[in-house]
């Protein structure tokens, strides 16, 4: 059994499955005993509170915290000191080598989900709801708990550029396997390999009709819709100087292309040899001929070796370095990044064939990135994960079945306290679900369509401030001792600290004078996560 | 802080608050959807042709006779009636407010609740491939380049629908109540304070954002006190449909910028033992009445400022089976309530024609009107939406004239 979660491994996915089942004859309160253990272990391997913090006293953000910010999602307590120790470049190097990064601690919570171990056939005998609850809470602990932040970052990343909308026909039983064999296995490694395992993912094959894309005497029409979005979205860009006839003739290229998903008896008899949920090339559904893409002759008689070409040709094109390079500094840099830091990772990503380490590398080693210190509106993924991790928060993985409860919320409403909502419930009218995207461009990296939901926001910074969320335990004594706020400290130091913890700077002055006004420490610190300069990064 | 303070507070915020969402001339689209597939050939009926009568030799409405025999049905013209608990709509359609649109349907004929649904709010057609997201979500993203703000859109009840999937903004709520500040402490208004000195002073769209936000707590908050008292005597009805309604009611009050708000009413699948004018049916059809009419009489004196749309995801066999009910067929009736509809008619193909080609069998009311078609009336009519976006919001629909609108 893996317990490396950049890893894809799925022959050993059925012991794992046959395991767990005997597992279950244990009852409910073993596996809550286990869930605990958990969290015990995840203390022991470093995830808790160091006994002293020291909060920055600039008044611009941070450099190192700027990094942690966005290079991951926030720097848990304690993090900050080590990039100051080891200094920037080498945390960058360690990030961009996640396999040199022991991750037992966020392994071990990971474990629970064990749809995520599936091969995609055997999704099918998990319920959609566990499905999507699975694939999301396993983000949202990934994100707050593995050391591996880069990698988690570009996780998400990669997620939004090859989007998969979990509720379009049978995509939610397959997304989990393109999460861990497309997305998680080449987050870092070669552009052009990523592509080729989404070209090949049955998810993407489901999500954009290429399983349907047949060229038959009788449909002699390509389906174009893989082919036009493998362009505009996932390499080219929209206006990357292809023409409608290149569209077609890749479709033309990627025809025969299609997923099994044929329920078998000997399957289900023998799931070593389940078929459902895997691609295969049918041949007879396959546009033979010659064809021309983006100017490249392509051979007649090629067969399924036509795909692998239109990804070579198409990740290889001028525009794809040019457009990911935007996609990535407009991620990590600014919505609207400056031309010379897109031009400079271009040039990376162009001289390097597409790998992605280096292409990162030069992006976070930019003076324009070193520039753009607290311009990003945090998303709200990213918004929830930070709060979680500036405040060292203990998540539970194993809350299943306590789903959004907004009918418990709406009992709880008259009272002044916040409601008890689980934590990625909270995702939902943030905007961002998670793997919930409806069209292929994936969640937007732009202000506007996170501006509507500030409501949510600070009634998530309550709800977590106040130790409100279900199965998240806040660790607000230890973490005040550490930032040395005592009982006699002043409403004014204990608002400076918490606050240079949370954000990365010193408080300006207006923000220090509403902040002082706070007497209720929960409230204040609930406040801190609630305020304009923690909405961005 | 007592009351007096914070409402001395409330309105010192509204004075440095900019104005929140421009609500002037602002018109909320409601979308009642009645889940299960209700029969409406017993909620809007035929009673003018015997083939109804003989197809429902146990469950059908007994044709008016002009008085308020509470057995019979209720005169909406020469060919059709209403079931005797929508009466309380019987006064929108003479008033030329409610408009009915017989034979709407999608080209689904798997008979399948969940698959048409799921089309329907979509917005999809079968044949081909889906637009990516709800019907709705895709309307408030054609409004994306205008202001849309935390309660632009609103599904009563414990879900969101998938007809707003994709909206910029869409928020699931219960009851207003939920629109509050709760500290942990337990002291909104000096949170308020404090969120309104640190966005006050932030000069970017988060800033603004942040203002407007804390002005619509303001005004929400202002609706909180005292309970709600409904104009006009409206009484809503004390079920969840009747609640929703209620909480709609004071959301437009509220002038909150509310657009598009979802409710549903269930129980609609009656293959067994249906009832006329008692038993199931007819309770569902008393709840969605009263509902309807108690937000109608509430809001009075602002009715031009919302569209009401009843939909469901099919209709029934016209025949009834064995078990005195109905089983799932395709074409429905449906009903809008607005002065921006061409009410006070009854729309489409008479009913009784039946599909017979149809996998679903025999029984199944002939569509005449691809939903969409109707859906997108209802929204040019309500919401003023163009050509362009229409296409937008139901690609590749050929759209057909149902007459909703001029």
């Known amino acids: 059994m893996s317990t490396d979660g950049t890893s894809t491994g799925t022959s050993t996915s059925t012991s794992r499955r046959s395991l767990f089942k005997a597992a279950l004859a244990g009852t409910a309160a073993a596996l809550t005993g286990c869930e605990r253990s958990t969290a015990f272990f995840g203390q022991q391997m470093g995830q808790s509170i160091p006994t002293t913090l020291t909060p920055t006293q600039s008044a611009e953000i941070d450099p190192d915290f700027h990094l942690l910010s966005r290079a991951g999602y926030g720097p848990w307590p304690g993090e900050l000191a080590e990039v100051k120790k080891t200094g920037r470049d080498a945390w960058l190097e360690e990030q961009l080598h996640p396999e040199r990064i022991d991750d037992s601690a966020a392994n071990l919570r990971a474990e629970w989900f064990e749809s995520l171990y599936m091969d995609a056939g055997n999704a099918w005998e998990f319920r959609k709801e566990v499905l999507r609850d699975e694939l999301t809470r396993h983000a949202v602990l990934r994100a707050v708990y593995s050391k591996r932040q880069l990698f988690e970052a570009m996780v998400e990343f990669w997620g939004d550029h090859l989007n998969i909308d979990l509720e379009k026909t049978d995509c939610i039983y397959l997304r989990p396997s393109d999460d861990r064999d497309v997305i998680r296995a080449h987050a870092l490694g070669k552009f052009r390999d990523l592509i ?53 003739e890749a479709a033309r290229c990627l025809s025969g292309w299609t997923v099994d998903l044929k329920m078998r008896m000997a399957d289900a008899l023998n799931p070593f040899k389940a078929q459902r949920g895997t691609t295969y090339f049918k041949k007879e559904w396959h546009d033979n001929d010659t064809k021309d893409v983006l100017g490249h002759a392509i051979a007649a008689g090629g067969g399924e070796k036509d795909l692998e070409r239109v990804v070579d040709i198409v990740c290889a094109h001028p525009s794809t370095a040019k457009y990911i390079s935007q996609k990535l500094c407009r991620r ?206 | ?63 008016p006779t002009g008085d308020a025999d509470k057995s019979r049905a209720v005169r909406l013209d020469d060919r059709y009636a209403f079931h005797p608990a929508l009466r309380p709509l019987h006064e929108k359609f003479s008033e030329g407010r409610l408009a009915i649109v017989q034979a709407v349907g999608t080209d689904n004929t798997t008979g399948s609740h969940f698959e048409c649904q799921d089309q329907m709010e979509h917005g999809d057609s079968m044949a081909a491939s889906a637009a990516g997201g709800g019907w709705l979500g895709r309307y408030l993203r054609t409004r994306a380049n205008t202001k849309l703000g935390p309660l632009s859109a609103v599904a009563l009840g414990t879900a969101l629908p998938e007809s707003l999937r994709g909206a910029p ?63 006009n005597d409206a009484k809503y009805p004390k079920d969840s449909f009747g609640n929703g309604m209620r909480e709609i ?18 129980g609609w699948d009656t293959h067994f033992f249906q009832g006329t004018t008692d038993s199931f049916q007819a309770e569902r059809a008393r709840v969605l009445a009263e509902g309807l009419a108690a937000f109608d009489a509430d809001l009075k004196d602002q009715r031009g400022s919302f569209t009401v749309m009843v939909t469901t995801e099919f209709g029934r066999r016209i025949y009834e089976n064995a078990s005195l009910g109905t089983d799932h067929g395709r074409g429905f009736a449906l009903m809008t309530l607005s002065n921006r509809i061409q009410g ?36 040019r009519g309500s919401l003023g939406l163009d050509a362009a976006a229409a296409s937008a919001v139901f690609p590749k629909c050929e759209f057909g004239k149902v007459g909703l609108v001029a």
């Open chain 1, 196 to 248: 080729l395992a989404s070209a090949k993912s049955p998810a993407m094959l489901t999500y954009l009709d290429g399983r349907d894309n047949k060229v038959t005497k009788k449909s002699p029409v390509p389906n174009e819709n893989y082919a036009r979005e493998l362009m505009e979205l996932h390499t080219m860009g929209v206006n990357g100087g292809y023409t409608q006839k290149d569209i077609y």
């Open chain 2, 1 to 63: 802080m007592s009351s007096f303070t914070r409402r001395a507070l409330l309105s010192k915020l509204a004075v440095a608050a900019a104005p929140a969402v421009e609500d002037a001339g602002r018109h909320t689209l409601i979308v009642v959807f009645l889940r299960g597939g209700a029969d409406t050939m017993n909620l809007v009926v035929p009673y003018a042709d015997d083939s109804y009568y003989k197809a429902r030799p146990t469950i059908a409405i007994k044709a």
């Open chain 2, 249 to 266: 009611a004071r959301l437009i009050k509220a002038h909150v910028g509310l657009e598009v708000a979802c409710i549903d009413v269930g």
């Open chain 2, 169 to 231: 903004v869409a928020s699931v709520m219960q009851s207003l109540e939920e629109i509050a500040i709760r500290t942990p402490s337990g002291k909104p208004d000096a949170a308020a304070a404090v969120l309104a000195a640190m966005y006050g002073a932030d000069v970017t769209m988060l800033g603004t954002q942040g203002r407007e936000t804390l002005d619509l707590f303001k005004r929400v908050s202002a609706l909180q006190e005292g309970g709600y008292k409904p104009a």
């Open chain 2, 344 to 379: 006070g008619r009854i729309l489409g193909k008479w009913p009784c024609v039946v599909e017979n080609e149809s996998p679903a069998g025999p029984g199944g009311m002939q569509i005449q009107h691809d939903y969409r078609s109707v859906f997108a009336e209802v929204l």
């Open chain 1, 332 to 537: 990590f840099i600014s919505h609207e990044p400056p031309q010379s830091a897109v031009d400079k990772v271009a040039a990376e990503f162009t001289r390097t064939s597409g790998d992605i380490k280096s292409t990162l590398r030069v992006l976070f080693q930019s003076e324009e990135f070193a520039n753009a210190r607290g311009q990003l509106l945090k998303r709200p993924f990213r918004f929830i994960v930070s709060s979680l991790r500036a405040m060292a928060a203990d998540v539970e993985s194993s809350y299943v079945g306590r789903r959004d409860d907004p009918a418990g919320q709406a009992a709880q409403a008259i009272q002044s306290k916040p409601p008890r909502i689980a934590l990625v419930s909270y995702l939902h009218p943030l905007g961002q679900p998670l793997f919930r995207h409806p069209t292929p461009d994936g969640y937007p990296d732009e202000e506007t369509p996170w501006l509507g939901t500030l409501l949510w926001r600070w009634n998530f910074a309550f709800a977590l401030g106040g130790g409100f969320v279900p199965d998240v335990k806040t660790q607000g004594p230890p973490l005040r001792k550490a930032l040395g706020i005592r009982k006699d400290s002043t409403d004014k130091d204990k608002a400076a600290v918490l606050f240079a913890h949370c954000i990365g700077r010193k408080p300006a002055e207006a923000e220090l004078t509403a902040l002082q006004s706070v007497e209720d420490e929960a409230d204040l610190l609930a406040l801190i996560l609630a305020s304009p300069a923690f909405q961005r990064c």
